[in-house]
Structures are given as structure tokens and as C-alpha cells.
């Protein structure tokens, strides 16, 4: 492609911010194919073409055809698209990434200044012609660096740059006209991540304040925190759309196969009659079938139901659902709802809200025993295929395709893929440990003893677990010493069997004893020779009439707070309850084609599901005598639950550091992870680094975390863990009144919602009422009107002072400049203290309201979501 | 946990972190059995943890000077201690006057060198980790073997960040620690939230009272609310002025307080009172890193500003081993002295030292064993060991017996019996 000069452009003088010793480019441009020529440009969006593999650390390179093109709205962009496998799985790019942004856009003639923040390298290019360059990054040794000075903004206006990061003003004289501008950005290396940061094209017309470059039709925009802020939750959404899109265009062959194999299964159900129905009770909607079975169970008949009221039903369906609780619009708008299936629809509605995939997580974080740990692994540490587990909850994939692309561990180690479940580290044989998890979770198996010895308590020997792993090992596996039980020769008898010792060699194989053997479908298993797939596809066939009624046990007890057949992940030493349940909703779910969200809906409209919880001396009644109760258990909130209906409620971003402590990119992933900036809980993890340097200390983050600890999350997961210790303790209410409600969730500050309510209020009653709606999803009660109305009516009426024109006040954890590469320098140590005190003293109060007014309604506030009402589902 | 035990967690004998008081009972019994004797006095434990690998040769295991870099040796010269024979660093002069109350052990060993995290977790834990399990701390160990020793107090406090070593591993988390940062402000959601005023803090808590009652009558057959109601009063007591008082040292004379020294010195005066009020095993971490940048992990440049941490911990240590004996508790309170390993006799390129697992030293205080003793030699440099080797597993069991802990007493990750130590046996000299 020839060079284009549409416009003359002239490099005049370029400013460093950051960078002491830029690295000179070291090819000519001539070396680089040109992009997106103008008049192929469109003038609504930025176009970003990817290109994959290149050679690290120069820019002396050919260019073929991009792997992926894709639009932004402006010349800003802070993650990339995700690259799928055709199964849909995520996939690494290979790395280094280049990515070019092209824009065009008609400019005056002048002098422009031109600011350019990125985290690695980058070319900047008007006309064709090379503005300005920013070096690569360099990785990092020993943590001995000298702590950077975060520049401030070039305006104050702007959102200042983040750690990691270099900011360039370039100024150029363009003529008036179009122009097109061309942004090169390296992205991740050979022993780097691949994390693009904060990359930003901004533009000073004579001037004028920076704004940043869009297209012709956009209106350019002023990069404040509350605007960047705003871009970044879009710029999420939006690539959280075109990976969806990106992963369903991958893996359409992928849909064909599991259709295929769901409608085969589903002529087989159907074929076969239910067993034990009656042809009159196949004609009720199973979700009748439901409430007539639960009652039936323990003689009773189906009046024996208590519907609970309105605003209980909400919450109980919205934290079921999205895992949050519902907001006091969605509350005033149900209750005063007239309509006979509003149930319904909000179940429907619910349902279809991509909250519901965030909500799961968690769960499966802890069966799958999901373990990332952001520094140096250790034991146990897997990757962190939570984003996967996100990922096939927003598709709603068909549950056992989840489980398969599980077993068959695919795509990405350490940036989200199942491939990250492959990895056990530290320990002798992590395919023993997948088959066990994997076994545990969707079989109800229990064979955590096999692990060393034959099982003394479940049916398992050492030499079934082995070979099961084997199969995952895809190869003969040999027993290692560890996973032995050393026998004293003049000690005592050991206990257990030992079947085996270390160095025996076990063969891929599938005999369990105990479990029914399972004759597969010719079509099920595509590639016979693979015994990891004959794994996934013996693990999730109807035929072992197992898989789908683990999942709907598990669905149930999710739900109702008590388990059809308990424990739910050990079947061998469980008890069943009257099978007609499990009967029914297996046979459901197989008809669905494992359709998650069915299932859930099926059973969200049951009567039982939406009755008042019983009573523990009534449901021990019928759980105790085998049968099934006739209403839900008493639940408590999740620990993930509670952190994301405290920040709901409040209206406030978690805002905490970046879950990494390589927050520059500069560390490989073997090394560092990072875990991106978490905004809903299960996107926490552990900041244990078992080396007690106070500059390695996320002081925000633990705060979230010592609340969720409190209440039985746990931030380590070395193993699958599904029913959690959920019981009550004197921490509890202490960390949650002391910590993060006191600091942050009832601090009226600006960016609470409860200072907008608090300022927007037409009178006491209608605060209170909404103070309420919005904690605790109702209005108050004679006696609870009257102590918050005499709290807030004392100057109420002046509480509202002057704006004073004052800019919003915003507080950031995520610009302090500690990283691995500083950490043991002093500087690190006290910047990192300040920032725990700052953490400690928590937001900043609002001026726009009285300070004696504020206070009462803070405490107020602090009240309600310390009232034990908070904590428990209604 | 059910109402009921709340009750007795007030009135008896268990605690926070560790409310399980009917298994400390039948545990104590099981140790005066005749098979095993109960030995140590101690009934409480203060465990100094010098994170990052403090330098055996440069503390407590002294050999000849080095002349160099070049030259592999000790860094400072030794000064006699009230142990004839025995010497200490010349940085640790203080407590090499109090060394007859101690005992120096210089043979602790392991094969964990490269991880600090590993090392951390090998000496905390006791074990190597295991594939299939999480295996817990000596702290939460304890906790759960004998509870707290007094009432309406936490069994497990660690003064220092939250980590995964410390943990209670398959014990559960009602056998962790609660945690503080900050000597002043207390353990972390124990404290009152910075700047709150007594007036607004009664405030908050009459209405929240209103609303916990007006929930509690509305659910007076729920269980599992009447638990965290009747938890959420345990909690508001031991927040209360009676424990939260412990952290306030400028309750203490001026001239005590001088006398345990800096940062890392008001955390061990803190642990005593922490002892004094009824906790059972308290981990305080010497984590100063901007001393000298690196911590105990003196690598390079680290090396330079070794001895000013090595002063704090001589200052800290002989002032608590004092004060105990003044206050006659030194006999029921066993403090121990712990790393993660040791460090080599020969200097990096930057001066520094780098890790060595297979000899390096602790101390043992107090606790009524038989002190004024060093166990083990090492060879004439201190990397390997001579006589006596003393493993992690023994180490444990030391402690475990001078508290009254069966060490080889067996716990329980579900239905797998995992003994206390793996096969650690009690340092027998210390035993009489």
C-alpha cells in the first residue's frame, strides 16, 4: 500500500510527563502498512483492527490481515474483545497484540495539543505521519524501584492517570479539514500480560480543554473522573455484547452438536412414560405437580401452603435471581402492581436480567473450588476460569454443556478460560483432584479419601479415583508417594485399606463400582479416542440417571434452603426424600435440553417456592420423617449477596484497588494475576500473601473481604465446597456495623444515593418511606414512621445547603503508585499505611447537606442496614 | 452455634474464635492422662513472628566475624550471655542477660527455600501442604484444643495482616483469628469507626436495637435469626469497653512502655495485656519493613540497617520476658521466637544474604520449662546442623506440650483423623 499524505501534519515539539529515558523507535514507518485509508472510514465510530503474534518488544514488523476488527465510540478503550475457540471457550491471543485505532474527523487549522496515556507502547500517526511514540514497558525485577510520581492531570479537570501508565502531550499544526488519526498500542508481550490499561486519545483545540477523539457524528467528551467513570461501565457493557456475540459466531458448530444430542435425549424421555404418574397428573403444569407432590409428601393437602405477601415475594425472587435486592422503584412498581400474574412476569423479568450470571458465580466458584491467586501460587491455585463460569451463565448454556467444556478443560490458563481448571498447583497430581471435583459436583460422588487410601466411609478405592484421573491425565497416570499413607512397620495398624502403593501405574479408565454402568450413544462421544471426552460424556448422559438430578438437587436447595436428597454432594452417604420430586424435575430439565433458567422458573413458580418460610420445628417435622416440607427454609444473605445489596442500595461503585499486585502489567501471569477492578463480589479474591510487607496490602479490598469472610465466603479455595458454613457469629454484626457500612454504605456522601434522596425529599414522611423501599424493600410500620420521622423533622427543612459550585469529590484506591516493582522501598510502605488510615476515616462527607441533619440521617441509614432484617431472606 | 452456647461462650470458658468449649474440656483431660504428662505451666501463648527469614548466625546462633563481603561469617560479634557458654549477637545484649529465662533453639530445619509464602505456611502449619486439605495454624490449633482462657475474649489474635498461613484451615473459620494493624485502634471490626462520636454512637445503636427487637418478636420460632441476634449481643459486649480497654497502652506507666521500645514493642506490651485479659495465643508479626526496606528478608542493601531490627527485637523481647516476671505470669505465658528460615553465612552481590532452610534458629520464654538451655549445635559457620536437629514438627510439639496439648492427639477434617503434629515429639531437655 502506497503512503498517503492527505494532509500535511508537523511534528513541532513533544513533552514527556512520565517517562525519563524514552527508547528511540527503531524502524522507519515505512516498515509498518499503513491503516484504514479515509474515505474507507466511517464517520460514526473508531475502527480497531487487532493483530496477533507479532515479535516482542519492536516495531520492525510485517503486517498481515487483522484477526479481529470491531467499532468503539471514541478514541478511548480500556479492554479488548476476547478471542473463543470454536467451542466457544476463551481462548489466549498470542501475545504481543498490536491495536490500531483509526478515526477521522474534521478539525480547524491551528496549533492542537495532543494528549496520549497508555500503558505499553504506542505510535500515534495523523495523515500518515508519525506524531509521536511511547517506549515499551519494561519488566520488572526485584521490587527495589523507586516509587513513581503520578503526574498530575495536564488540566485538573481530567481524570488522572492511573498506576502504570504514561501520559504525552504532542502538539501538531494541522490545517483545516479532515484528518485521520492512527493510534498503534502494543498490548501484553512474551513475559508480560496482556492488559491494555487506560489508552486515551485526547484533543486541545487552541487551547480548549482536552477532550477526547471521536468520530465525525460524535460529540467529543471532557475525560472528568465522573465521565471516565461513566465511559468505563459502557465500555463494559458494550464489550460484554460483542463478546457474547463474538463466542456465539465461534462455536455455531458447537450449538449444532448440542442440539442434536438434546433432541435425541428428548425423544428418548419422551418415549418413555413417566414412571409412577398417572395420566390425569401428566396433564397438570408442573409447576403445580410441585406444590401437589411437596404436600402430598407429608399428608397434607395443598392449602396447607402459606403465600407470602408482596414486597417479601420481590426480595426473595430478586436475590434468588440477580443475587442483589430490589430497588424501591421495583418495589413501589410491584406493590402496586393489580395485575394477577405479576408473579410471573417478575419472575420473567428477572430471569431474562443479566444480573442472574453474576449471581451464580459464587456458587460455582466454591463447587468447582475456583482458587486464583493474584501473586505467586500456591497450593491449590487454579486459574481464574470464573470468567468462564460468567460467561456460560449469561448464555444460559445448557447445563451439560457447562460440564463438559469443564471436563475438556479448554482454552485460556490464565485469563479466564476452563483451561485455568487444569491447573492444581503445588500438588503431585491435579487430574486426581479435577476427577474428584468434577465427580463430587455433578455426581454426587464423594472420594476425597481415595485420594491416598481406599475410601473407609463411601464406596471408592484408590485405584477407581486414579483411573478416573487417568482419564483426565489422558494418559497412564502413576501414583505419586504423596497421595500415599506412609505405614510405620512398628507402629500401629493403619485404619484404611491400602490397595496400592506409590509408582503404580493406573490406565485411563471409567469402573466405578457403585455407579450404574453407563452405555453411551454412538453419536455422544466425537472423538473416541479422547478419554477425556468419554469422561465428560459418561459424566452428563441421561443414561446414568444421576447428572441431571444432581443439578435439580442442587437447584433445589439453592432455592428452598433444605435438599431433596442431603448432602447434596455426597449421594452415597445421603439421605433421599420422596423421589417424585427429583422425578419430575429431572425428567424437566432432560426436556428443557438442561436448560438452567427453565428449571429455576419452574421452580420460582411453584407455590411451595413462594411460600412464607417455614418454621425450623416444621420443616425438621416433615425432613426428619423423609418427607418433603411445603416451604422454604429460613435462608441468610450469601456473603456475595450482602456486599452486592449493600453497594446496590447505597448507589455506590465498589471502587476498591485493582485485584493485582503487578497493577503496571509488567509480570507474567505465571508470576501475577490480574483480576481486573472488581464491581460485584464474586470478582474478589484473597490478599493473603504470607509475607506480612505492609506495602503489599490492599487495604480497600479487605475491608469487602473481611465482611464476606465473616460471613462464610472464603477467599481461598483449595477445595470444592458447596454448602458453607453459614452459621451465626459475634463477628459478624461487629464487621459489618464497624467496617465498610460505617466507612462507606451509609456515609451520605456525594456519590450516595442517600444523599440525592436525602436532598430531593418533599417532606419526612415520603424520606422515610423511601429510606425504607430502598434498605429494606418496604415501607415502615406504625412505631418505626414515628422514631424516624422525630429523627429527621429537626431542621429539615434547612437541611439543603447552596451548592457552591464545587466540584464533585472523588476519592480513587486505584491511583496509588505501589506495585511488586516498588514494594520494598520505604516510600511504598508509608504511601500504602496513609492509604489504609484513608480507608479507615472512609468517604468523604457531602456539604450539600446540614451537618447535624446528615449525621441523623447516616445513622439512620446505618440502622436499617444493620437491622437483622438486612441479613436474611424474607 | 445455638443460643445456649452463646450463654455459656459469656459465662464459661470458651471464646471468639474458638467456641467449641466442650471440646477443650474432654482435650484436657485426655492430656493428664499418664501417658502423656501434662509438663509446660504455661496456659497461654505469645508467638514473635520475624516475617521474611531472620538470620540465624546474626541473632541468635552467632559464629565467627566476617571480615567481608567476601568472607562468609556473622555480621556483628557475639557478647556473652547469662548462660555460660551461650552467646548471643552483641545486638541482642538485653535479653543476653535474660537468656537463663529462655531457650535458644538452633537446630530447626526444613526443605521449604526458595518461598517465603511455603516456608511461612511449612512453620505455621506444621506440615508440608497437602493435596486434599487445608491443614491450620498452631494459633487456631490451640484455640481449638483449649479455648480462650477467660471470658468474653477472642481465643486468637494476631497482631498483623490478614494471611493464609494463620488460618484455620479445615478447622473452620470459628477457630480464626481476628486481626489488627493497628496497636491503637484495635482489631479490625472490633474498633469504633474512625471519628465517631459517643452521641451518634448511642444513637445508632438504640435504633438499631428497636429494629433487631421489633424483627426478633416478629420471628420468635426462627432459629436461625434468634442465633445472630443473640451472636450480634455477644458481639456488642465483646466491643465493649471491657476488651476494647486492652488496647489502650497509655493506660501503662510512660516508663513501661519506653522500655518495650518502638512499633514492634507496643505490639508485644499489647500482647501481654492481650494474655493478661484471657487470650489464649496471640501472633504478633515484626513486619517494620521501612527499617531497613527488606524486613528480615535482608537481601542486598537490606543487610546495611539489619542491627536497628535486630535492637527493636532485643528491646521488645527483654522487655516482655521482664514485665511477665514482674507481673509473676512469665511461668503461664510461653513465648516463642519463630521464622520462616534461616540465611546463609555467605553475602550476595548487593551484601545481603539470601534463604537457607536446613538450620536456623527460634527461642523459646517463659512457659515453665526448663530454660537456660541451647539445643543443637550447628557447624562452625551455621549451615549445617551437628548435633541435635530439632524439626518443625518438634518445634510444635514443644509448644503444644508446655500448653497441655497431646500432641499427637488427633483432629478431624471431617471424617479423616489428622494428628495435632505429624509425629512431632516434644524437645525433652526442656522438660523435667
Known amino acids: ?874 | 452455634m445455638k443460643r445456649r452456647e452463646y450463654l455459656k461462650w459469656m459465662g464459661g470458658t470458651a471464646a471468639l474464635g474458638c467456641i467449641d468449649a466442650t471440646s477443650s474440656i474432654s482435650n484436657l483431660q485426655a492430656c493428664s492422662a499418664p501417658s502423656f504428662p501434662r509438663a509446660g505451666s504455661a496456659d497461654s501463648c505469645i508467638f514473635l513472628w520475624l516475617g521474611g527469614g531472620a538470620c540465624h548466625i546474626d541473632t541468635f546462633d552467632p559464629k565467627r566475624v566476617s571480615k567481608g563481603k567476601k568472607d562468609p561469617g556473622s555480621y556483628y560479634p557475639a557478647v556473652d550471655t547469662a548462660v555460660p557458654g551461650v552467646q548471643l549477637c552483641e545486638h541482642l545484649s538485653r535479653t543476653a542477660k535474660l537468656l537463663d529465662r529462655c531457650a535458644v533453639v538452633r537446630t530447626l530445619n526444613h526443605n521449604v527455600v526458595d518461598e517465603h509464602a511455603a516456608a511461612t505456611n511449612r512453620v505455621h502449619t506444621g506440615r508440608p501442604p497437602a493435596d486434599s486439605t487445608v491443614y491450620p495454624s498452631i494459633g487456631s490449633i490451640v484455640s481449638h484444643q483449649l479455648g480462650a482462657v477467660g471470658d468474653g475474649v477472642p481465643a486468637y489474635v494476631v497482631a498483623g495482616y490478614p494471611s493464609a498461613s494463620r488460618g484455620p484451615g479445615f478447622l473452620g473459620a470459628k477457630h480464626s483469628y481476628v486481626y489488627l494493624t493497628d496497636t491503637e485502634l484495635g482489631p479490625a471490626g472490633l474498633r469504633r469507626p474512625t471519628g465517631l462520636s459517643d452521641h451518634r454512637f448511642d444513637r445508632r445503636n438504640e435504633l438499631v436495637s428497636k429494629l433487631r427487637q421489633g424483627y426478633s418478636e416478629k420471628h420468635i420460632e426462627d432459629e436461625r435469626i434468634q442465633d445472630y441476634v443473640a451472636a450480634s449481643d455477644v458481639g456488642a459486649k465483646l466491643a465493649g469497653p471491657k476488651f476494647m480497654s486492652v488496647f489502650q497502652l497509655r493506660s501503662e506507666p510512660d516508663s513501661l512502655r519506653q522500655e518495650y521500645g518502638g512499633e514492634f514493642g507496643q505490639r508485644c506490651l499489647m500482647a501481654r495485656r492481650l494474655v493478661e485479659s484471657g487470650v489464649r495465643f496471640v501472633e504478633v508479626s515484626f513486619n517494620l519493613n521501612f527499617i531497613n526496606g527488606t524486613g528480615w528478608d535482608t537481601h542486598n542493601e537490606g543487610q546495611l540497617q539489619q542491627h536497628v531490627m535486630i535492637d527493636q527485637l532485643d528491646q521488645a523481647l527483654s522487655a516482655l520476658i521482664r514485665d511477665l516476671e514482674t507481673r509473676k505470669r512469665l511461668d503461664r505465658t510461653l513465648v516463642v521466637v519463630a521464622t520462616e528460615f534461616g540465611r546463609p553465612p555467605e553475602f550476595d552481590g548487593g551484601g545481603g544474604r539470601g534463604h537457607q532452610g536446613k538450620a536456623f534458629s527460634g527461642l523459646l520464654a517463659g512457659g515453665g520449662l526448663k530454660l537456660g538451655q541451647a539445643i543443637g549445635t550447628t557447624d562452625e559457620l551455621g549451615r549445617k546442623i551437628e548435633s541435635r536437629p530439632v524439626s518443625i514438627p518438634d518445634f510444635h510439639a514443644t509448644i503444644h506440650h508446655a500448653l497441655g496439648i497431646n500432641p499427637s492427639e488427633e483432629l478431624y477434617d471431617g471424617d479423616r483423623p489428622v494428628p495435632i503434629t505429624d509425629r512431632g515429639q516434644p524437645i525433652a531437655e526442656l522438660f523435667s
Request: include cysteine; charge should be negative; aromatic fraction near 8%.
Open chain 1, 1 to 874: 500500500m502506497p503512503q498517503r499524505f492527505s494532509f500535511f501534519a508537523i511534528l513541532l515539539v513533544s513533552i514527556s510527563h512520565w517517562v525519563a529515558a524514552q527508547e528511540p523507535s527503531s524502524t522507519t514507518p515505512s516498515a509498518i502498512q499503513l491503516g484504514i485509508v479515509a474515505s474507507e472510514l466511517p464517520e460514526d465510530r473508531v475502527v480497531v483492527r487487532l493483530f496477533e503474534g507479532l515479535p516482542d518488544r519492536t516495531w520492525d514488523f510485517t503486517l498481515s490481515e487483522p484477526t479481529l476488527e470491531f467499532d468503539i465510540p471514541a478514541m478511548a478503550i480500556s479492554q479488548l474483545p476476547k478471542k473463543y475457540n470454536q467451542r466457544g471457550v476463551i481462548e489466549d491471543r498470542p501475545l504481543p497484540v498490536l491495536a490500531q485505532l483509526h478515526v477521522k474527523r474534521t478539525l480547524p487549522a491551528g496549533k492542537h495539543s495532543i494528549l496520549l496515556r497508555s500503558k505499553n507502547a504506542t505510535r500515534l500517526w495523523i495523515d500518515d505521519v508519525e506524531v509521536g511514540t511511547q517506549p515499551f514497558l519494561t519488566t520488572n525485577g526485584d521490587g527495589h524501584e523507586q516509587v513513581p510520581t503520578l503526574p498530575a492531570p495536564p488540566s485538573p479537570r481530567l481524570v488522572p492517570i492511573a498506576q502504570g501508565h504514561r501520559e504525552n502531550i504532542f502538539q501538531a499544526e494541522l490545517n483545516e479539514g479532515v484528518h485521520v488519526f492512527r493510534l498503534d498500542a502494543m498490548v501484553g508481550g512474551k513475559t508480560i500480560r496482556p492488559e491494555i490499561g487506560d489508552l486515551c486519545l485526547a484533543i486541545s483545540i487552541d487551547n480548549s480543554e482536552f477532550v477526547v477523539l471521536t468520530p465525525e457524528t460524535l460529540e467529543p467528551w471532557v475525560p472528568t473522573p465522573p465521565r471516565w467513570k461513566e465511559f468505563l461501565t459502557d465500555e463494559a457493557q458494550r464489550m460484554q455484547r460483542l463478546n457474547q456475540r463474538l463466542r456465539l459466531e465461534a462455536s455455531e458448530s458447537e450449538l449444532r452438536y448440542w442440539n442434536q444430542r438434546h433432541n435425541q435425549v428428548r425423544e428418548f424421555v419422551l418415549a418413555k412414560s413417566p414412571e409412577g404418574q398417572k395420566a390425569s397428573e401428566q396433564t397438570v403444569a408442573p409447576n403445580l405437580r410441585i406444590d401437589q407432590i411437596c404436600t402430598a409428601s407429608s399428608g397434607r393437602d395443598i392449602n396447607a401452603i402459606v403465600e407470602t405477601d408482596d414486597s417479601s415475594f420481590l426480595r426473595r425472587i430478586t436475590l434468588d435471581t440477580i443475587g442483589i435486592v430490589p430497588s424501591r422503584e421495583e418495589v413501589e412498581a410491584f406493590t402496586a402492581d393489580t395485575s394477577p400474574d405479576k408473579r410471573e412476569k417478575a419472575i420473567d423479568r428477572l430471569l431474562a436480567d443479566d444480573r442472574w450470571a453474576d449471581h451464580w458465580v459464587g456458587y460455582w466458584q466454591d463447587v468447582l473450588a475456583e482458587n486464583p491467586g493474584i501473586v505467586k501460587p500456591e497450593q491449590n491455585n487454579t486459574g481464574p476460569f470464573r470468567w468462564w463460569i460468567h460467561e456460560s451463565f449469561l448464555d444460559n448454556k445448557p447445563f451439560d454443556r457447562f460440564a463438559t467444556e469443564l471436563t475438556l478443560m479448554e482454552g485460556s490458563k490464565f485469563f479466564g478460560g476452563p483451561g485455568g481448571f487444569a491447573m492444581a498447583s503445588q500438588n503431585d497430581a491435579p487430574m486426581a483432584a479435577k476427577a474428584q471435583i468434577l465427580t463430587k459436583a455433578f455426581l454426587g460422588l464423594e472420594m476425597s479419601c481415595a485420594r491416598c487410601h481406599d475410601s473407609p466411609n463411601s464406596p471408592y478405592k484408590q485405584e477407581e479415583l486414579f483411573s478416573l484421573a487417568a482419564m483426565l491425565q489422558r494418559d497412564t497416570l502413576a501414583l505419586p508417594v504423596s497421595s500415599t499413607v506412609p505405614v510405620n512397620p512398628d507402629g500401629r495398624q493403619p485404619l484404611i485399606t491400602i490397595s496400592l502403593k506409590a509408582g503404580d501405574k493406573l490406565a485411563p479408565d471409567w469402573h466405578l463400582i457403585s455407579f450404574p454402568k453407563v452405555d453411551l450413544p454412538e453419536s455422544i462421544v466425537r472423538n473416541k479416542q479422547d478419554s477425556r471426552e468419554r469422561f465428560a460424556a459418561i459424566m452428563t448422559s441421561s443414561s446414568n440417571q444421576r447428572f441431571a438430578r444432581v443439578i435439580m438437587n442442587r437447584l433445589w436447595h439453592r432455592y428452598m434452603g433444605w435438599a431433596i436428597v442431603d448432602p447434596v454432594d455426597n449421594w452415597e452417604a445421603s439421605e433421599t426424600r420422596d423421589p417424585k420430586l427429583l422425578d419430575l424435575l429431572e425428567r424437566e430439565f432432560i426436556l428443557s435440553g438442561y436448560d438452567l433458567k427453565k428449571a429455576a422458573k419452574l421452580i420460582f413458580n411453584s407455590e411451595v417456592y413462594q411460600a412464607s418460610p417455614l418454621s425450623q420445628k416444621e420443616l425438621s417435622a416433615c425432613l426428619n420423617a423423609k418427607q418433603l416440607a411445603y416451604g422454604p427454609a429460613r435462608r441468610r444473605l450469601t456473603a456475595e449477596q450482602m456486599i452486592d445489596s449493600l453497594f446496590a442500595v447505597a448507589g455506590k461503585p465498589m471502587d476498591v484497588e485493582p485485584m493485582s499486585l503487578d497493577p503496571e502489567s509488567r509480570r507474567p501471569p505465571e508470576q501475577f494475576l490480574h483480576l481486573g477492578f472488581p464491581t460485584r463480589a464474586w470478582q474478589l479474591a484473597s490478599t493473603s500473601t504470607d509475607r506480612d510487607r505492609p506495602a503489599l496490602m490492599l487495604p480497600a479490598v479487605q475491608q469487602v473481604c473481611d465482611l464476606m469472610v465473616s460471613l462464610g465466603w472464603r477467599d481461598s479455595r483449595p477445595a470444592p465446597l458447596t454448602v458453607r458454613d453459614e452459621s451465626a457469629s459475634p463477628l459478624q454484626s461487629l464487621i459489618l456495623g464497624n467496617g465498610l457500612t460505617a466507612t462507606k454504605l451509609a456515609r451520605l456522601s456525594d456519590d450516595s444515593r442517600f444523599t440525592l434522596m436525602a436532598r430531593n425529599a418533599k417532606n419526612v414522611t415520603s424520606l422515610v418511606d423511601q429510606l425504607f423501599l430502598t434498605v429494606l424493600g418496604r415501607y415502615p410500620i406504625g412505631s418505626e414512621r414515628m422514631d424516624f420521622t422525630k429523627l429527621f423533622e429537626p431542621g429539615f427543612e434547612s437541611r439543603n445547603l447552596a451548592l457552591n459550585g464545587s466540584e464533585f469529590t472523588e476519592r480513587s484506591y486505584k491511583r496509588n503508585a505501589v506495585s511488586w516493582a516498588n514494594h520494598l522501598v520505604p516510600e511504598a510502605t508509608r504511601i500504602k499505611l496513609l492509604l489504609e488510615q484513608e480507608v479507615l476515616r472512609g468517604d468523604t462527607p457531602t456539604k450539600l447537606l446540614e451537618t447535624d441533619w446528615r449525621e441523623r440521617m447516616e445513622d439512620a441509614t446505618w440502622a436499617l442496614i444493620n437491622s437483622p432484617e438486612f441479613m436474611f431472606v424474607p
